[in-house]
Nanobody, 123 residues
Framework: QVQLVESGGGLVQTGGSLRLSCAAS????????MGWFRQAPGTEREFVAA????????SYADSVKGRFTISRDNAKSMVYLQMNSLNPEDTAVYYC????????????????WGQGTQVTISS
């Protein structure tokens, strides 16, 4: 089973950018669909983006489409989330997750989670 550690969160102003990274341990990284989720205080965890095992397929939440880009490097067991044009509504703890299933945006499809990284956007 893979283990996940996120990094790259922080405090940025509206309109700024951040790049989140997720390092995976284990030798089966390329067998997992990888996703990013986020959770703001008082809200449920929500889907942000996902990428298929090979990297050929991606999906995004409507709220981030055109602003966020998910990518992965199977050779390095890394997955990234490039976030541009950030606004205060993007403030949340961001989680990296791994799924043994084909590309999915449902939380129930993911069985491995990182500890999360805080992203705060100031207005």
């Amino acid at each position: 089973q893979v283990q996940l550690v996120e990094s790259g969160g922080g405090l940025v102003q509206t309109g700024g950018s951040l790049r989140l990274s997720c390092a995976a341990s284990g030798r089966t990284f390329s067998s997992y669909t990888m996703g990013w989720f986020r959770q703001a205080p008082g809200t449920e965890r929500e889907f942000v983006a996902a990428m298929s095992r090979s990297g050929a397929g991606t999906s995004y939440a409507d709220s981030v489409k055109g602003r966020f880009t998910i990518s992965r490097d199977n050779a390095k067991s890394m997955v990234y989330l490039q976030m541009n044009s950030l606004n205060p509504e993007d403030t949340a703890v961001y989680y990296c997750a791994a799924s043994p299933y084909s590309s999915t945006k449902y939380i129930s499809g993911y069985d491995t989670w990182g500890q999360g990284t805080q992203v705060t956007i100031s207005s």
